[in-house]
């Protein structure tokens, strides 16, 4: 059997993996053309309970609720970049807070049209 060093740079990626699963189980993070939408799971907990905060391009979702034998708590984080973040908008449906956020002007994808140099 060989003896192989152990590198433990070459698990990073897996570490990665494991952390960015972790962080984001209950949070969907999509982008369309127009807008970025970032949905969270916080069933059991009613609207009016639910914060969303974004500021700096950093989303923040709390939702907390108590009943009689049951606690509802989620916490969700997620930096964002390249949206109109003043006319960011959110709705619950089902026990999941979607939040939709248009894309401001230049961060919306376009194509560039490339010209060729004349030598001179």
Request: charged content about 35%; cysteine-free; hydrophobic content about 40%.
């Amino acid at each position: 059997m060989p003896i192989t060093k152990w590198d433990p740079f070459l698990r990073l990626p897996r570490w990665f993996d494991e952390f960015e699963e972790a962080t984001s189980r209950g949070l969907k993070i999509r982008e369309t053309e127009d807008t970025i939408v970032a949905e969270a799971v916080v069933a059991g907990v009613p609207p009016k309970n639910v914060k969303v905060h974004i500021e700096d391009g950093v989303l923040t979702i709390k939702a907390e609720a108590k009943e009689e034998e049951k606690e509802y708590s989620y916490y969700y984080t997620a930096a964002l970049a390249g949206g109109a973040w003043d006319k960011a908008d959110a709705e619950i449906e089902h026990g999941i807070v979607k939040v939709t956020i248009p894309k401001a002007e230049a961060a919306k994808p376009r194509k560039i049209t490339v010209k060729e140099r004349k030598a001179e």
